[in-house]
C-alpha cells in the first residue's frame, strides 16, 4: 500500500523558515518525481513544485510564488521528501501536502500538515 | 502560464443524476497533461482522472473524461452520495509548471 506522511508543520514568524518531511512506503520511492502542493484555507489548490529522479538529475521546478524562498529535495536512501521554507509570508499560510509524480499525475496524496505563519 | 478555468462553480444536483463539469486552457494542451482531482471536506485529494481518461486508484467506471486542445469535461454518470465534493482540473506544464483551476463543487440539491 502507497504511504505518504508529512511532518514538520507549525507556527512560525513572518520571515521564518520550517522544513516539512514527506516519508513514502509502499512503491520504489527513488523512481516518480515527487510533487508539494499547498491549500490555503478555504481556498483551492496550488502547486508549489516538483523535484525529478536521479536519471533527470535531481531538477526542481517551482512556482513563481515561492522561487527564491523554497527549495526541495530528497533522500532516496531514506525514503523521504523535503520541502525548506525560508522567508516565509503569511500568504504562504496553508496544508502543505506531498504528492507521487507518476507520468505527470499525482496518484497518491499524504495526509497534509499545516502551516501558520503568524506573528 | 496556462490558467485553466472550470465551471460552473457549483453544480446542484440529486443523486443519479448527470453531473458535467468543464475545464477550459487558456493555451492548448497536450492531450495526456489534463488531470481531474476529487476532495472531500479535510481530505487530500484524489486522483480521478489522468493520461488519455483513465481513471485513478479505485475510481469507479462512472467517471469520465473527455477533451482535447483547450476543452475538456468530466462527466459523473448517475451520482453517488459519496461523489458530491470539489473538483479540481489540473496542467502539467513541465518545466514551466503545474496548475490547477479553481475548482467546481457538486453539492446534493
Known amino acids: 500500500e502507497v504511504q505518504l506522511v508529512e511532518s514538520g508543520g507549525g507556527l512560525v514568524q513572518p520571515g521564518g523558515s520550517l522544513r516539512l518531511s514527506c516519508v513514502a512506503s509502499?512503491?520504489?520511492?527513488?523512481?516518480?518525481?515527487m510533487d508539494w502542493v499547498r491549500q490555503a484555507p478555504g481556498k483551492g489548490l496550488e502547486w508549489v513544485g516538483r523535484?525529478?529522479?536521479?536519471?533527470?538529475?535531481?531538477?526542481?521546478d517551482y512556482a513563481a510564488s515561492v522561487k527564491g524562498r523554497f527549495s526541495i529535495s530528497r533522500d532516496d536512501s531514506r525514503n523521504s521528501l523535503y520541502l525548506q521554507m525560508d522567508s516565509l509570508k503569511t500568504e504562504d499560510t496553508a496544508v502543505y501536502y506531498c504528492a507521487r509524480n507518476w507520468n505527470h499525475a499525482l496518484d497518491y496524496w499524504g495526509q497534509g500538515t499545516l502551516v501558520t505563519v503568524s506573528s | 502560464e496556462i490558467v485553466l478555468t472550470q465551471s460552473p462553480g457549483t453544480l446542484s444536483l440529486s443523486p443519479g443524476e448527470r453531473a458535467t463539469l468543464s475545464c477550459r486552457a487558456s493555451q492548448s494542451l497536450a492531450g495526456s497533461y489534463l488531470m481531474w482531482y476529487q476532495q472531500k471536506p479535510g481530505q487530500a485529494p484524489r486522483l480521478v482522472i489522468f493520461?488519455?481518461?483513465s481513471r485513478g486508484p479505485g475510481i469507479p467506471d462512472r467517471f469520465s473524461g473527455s477533451g482535447s486542445g483547450t476543452d475538456f469535461t468530466l462527466n459523473i454518470y448517475r451520482l453517488e452520495p459519496e461523489d458530491f465534493a470539489v473538483y479540481y482540473c489540473?496542467?502539467?506544464?513541465?518545466?514551466?509548471?503545474?496548475?490547477f483551476g479553481q475548482g467546481t463543487k457538486v453539492e446534493i440539491k
Open positions: 523535484i525529478r529522479t536521479k536519471p533527470h538529475s535531481y531538477i526542481t
Open positions: 489540473q496542467q502539467y506544464g513541465g518545466s514551466t509548471g503545474t496548475t
Open positions: 493520461g488519455d481518461s
Open positions: 509502499g512503491f520504489t520511492f527513488s523512481d516518480p518525481f
